[in-house]
């Protein structure tokens, strides 16, 4: 898209020529008989007034294209799940259960009192809590090993607004395992989960989200797309790419068992996933980065594998 630099010089041009036009066209207006030369003259400074119209607009004002190319975009997941149930204590004593949340965003965000990014996008949540009202539902859902009390004591001193529960190893294991904190999941109005941020995002990231959970009107892109482990890592296994997982070189049967692989055997980065899984889970992860390479390396050359025994057992006895 052109500068503001490029449209406003555009634009002086552009008007420097259409007065000199127009005083052109006055002076020999009244120079040139009435008939046909006049109306000729006419004809010419009208053609190019147009001509020159058309090029402002076309150097000053962004096409279609561009300006989509520009808006920031918001990806949901096709055919989304429902949110797990699950029925617990705020640490006031108050009941939260899944069954309250039907007409309202969530954003049910997994964090703890150490985690300094978490810390981070508190006074963010505050604001849109405070923003939305009856709309939106923010429960913080605390992993931390410290005491109910203790976290209390934390949520009063931050002043949060919204209900914080401590996290029980059901709630965690039934939305699929957290592996990184923060991790805020994203839920209609309809109670279903449409995505799932890792880490620090902006206020200005969650509004949107909150305006399109909602289906108010937001100036972003909806692009939808399918599951495979960007919410729930369960789903990694219908996943057919992998960050930084080149398949390159594999023919559609050596593709399928270079991903039955990667979806059976551990990473041995602790993270206690797949290979699969910790390559969705985290992308910068070097351990499960070098696993996939390996294996997609055994595969593309035949080499033995634990798919191989015979071939195995024929490589140890020689």
Same mark, same amino acid.
């Given at each position: 898209?052109?500068?503001?630099?490029?449209?406003?010089?555009?634009?002086?041009?552009?008007?420097?020529?259409?007065?000199?036009?127009?005083?052109?066209?006055?002076?020999?207006? @009244?120079?040139?008989?009435?008939?046909?030369?006049?109306?000729?003259?006419?004809?010419?400074?009208?053609?190019?007034?147009?001509?020159?119209?058309?090029?402002?607009?076309?150097?000053?004002?962004?096409?279609?294209?561009?300006?989509?190319?520009?808006?920031?975009? %918001?990806?949901?997941?096709?055919?989304?799940? +429902?949110?797990?149930?699950?029925?617990?204590?705020?640490?006031?004593?108050? +009941?939260?259960? @899944?069954?309250?949340?039907?007409?309202?965003?969530?954003?049910?965000?997994?964090?703890?009192?150490? $985690?300094?990014?978490?810390?981070?996008?508190?006074?963010?949540?505050?604001?849109?809590?405070?923003?939305?009202?009856?709309?939106?539902?923010?429960?913080?859902?605390?992993?931390?090993?410290?005491?109910?009390?203790?976290?209390?004591?934390?949520?009063?001193?931050?002043?949060?607004?919204?209900?914080?529960?401590?996290?029980?190893?059901?709630?965690?294991? *039934?939305?699929?395992?957290?592996?990184?904190? +923060?991790?805020?999941?994203? %839920?209609?109005?309809?109670?279903?989960?449409?995505?799932?941020?890792?880490?620090?995002?902006?206020?200005?990231?969650?509004?949107?989200?909150?305006?399109?959970?909602?289906?108010?009107?937001?100036?972003?892109?909806?692009?939808? %797309? *399918?599951?495979?482990?960007?919410?729930?890592?369960?789903?990694?296994?219908?996943? @057919?790419?992998?960050?930084?997982?080149?398949?390159?070189?594999?023919?559609?049967?050596?593709?399928?068992?270079?991903?039955?692989?990667?979806? *059976?055997?551990?990473?041995?980065?602790?993270?206690?996933?797949?290979?699969?899984? $910790?390559?969705?889970?985290?992308?910068?992860?070097?351990?499960?980065?070098?696993?996939?390479?390996?294996?997609?390396?055994?595969?593309? @050359?035949?080499?033995?594998?634990?798919?191989?025994?015979?071939?195995?057992?024929?490589?140890?006895?020689?």
């Amino acid at each position: 898209m052109p500068s503001r630099n490029t449209n406003r010089a555009v634009l002086w041009t552009a008007g420097a020529l259409t007065l000199s036009l127009v005083a052109f066209a006055a002076a020999y207006a @009244t120079r040139t008989p009435r008939g046909a030369m006049r109306s000729a003259v006419r004809g010419v400074v009208q053609s190019a007034l147009r001509s020159v119209t058309r090029s402002v607009l076309a150097a000053a004002l962004p096409t279609a294209a561009q300006t989509a190319q520009q808006q920031p975009v %918001i990806y949901f997941v096709k055919n989304p799940a +429902p949110a797990p149930a699950f029925q617990t204590k705020d640490l006031s004593g108050k +009941p939260l259960s @899944t069954a309250d949340w039907k007409g309202k965003a969530v954003l049910l965000n997994f964090w703890a009192t150490w $985690c300094p990014p978490c810390r981070d996008e508190i006074p963010s949540l505050i604001a849109l809590q405070r923003k939305y009202g009856n709309r939106l539902l923010i429960i913080g859902m605390s992993e931390d090993e410290d005491s109910p009390e203790d976290v209390l004591k934390f949520v009063q001193r931050m002043g949060i607004n919204y209900p914080v529960a401590m996290a029980t190893q059901q709630i965690v294991s *039934a939305w699929g395992g957290v592996e990184a904190l +923060p991790t805020t999941f994203l %839920i209609d109005s309809q109670g279903r989960v449409m995505g799932k941020h890792r880490g620090l995002h902006s206020v200005e990231e969650y509004d949107r989200d909150i305006k399109a959970l909602l289906g108010d009107p937001v100036d972003a892109r909806i692009e939808t %797309i *399918a599951d495979q482990g960007q919410v729930f890592l369960k789903n990694a296994a219908s996943a @057919t790419e992998l960050p930084d997982v080149d398949f390159t070189g594999l023919n559609a049967d050596q593709k399928k068992r270079a991903l039955h692989r990667l979806n *059976a055997e551990p990473c041995t980065c602790g993270c206690k996933l797949t290979v699969a899984q $910790c390559r969705l889970n985290d992308s910068t992860c070097p351990t499960s980065k070098a696993l996939a390479a390996k294996i997609v390396k055994e595969v593309a @050359t035949n080499a033995a594998t634990p798919e191989n025994p015979a071939k195995v057992k024929s490589l140890t006895a020689n």
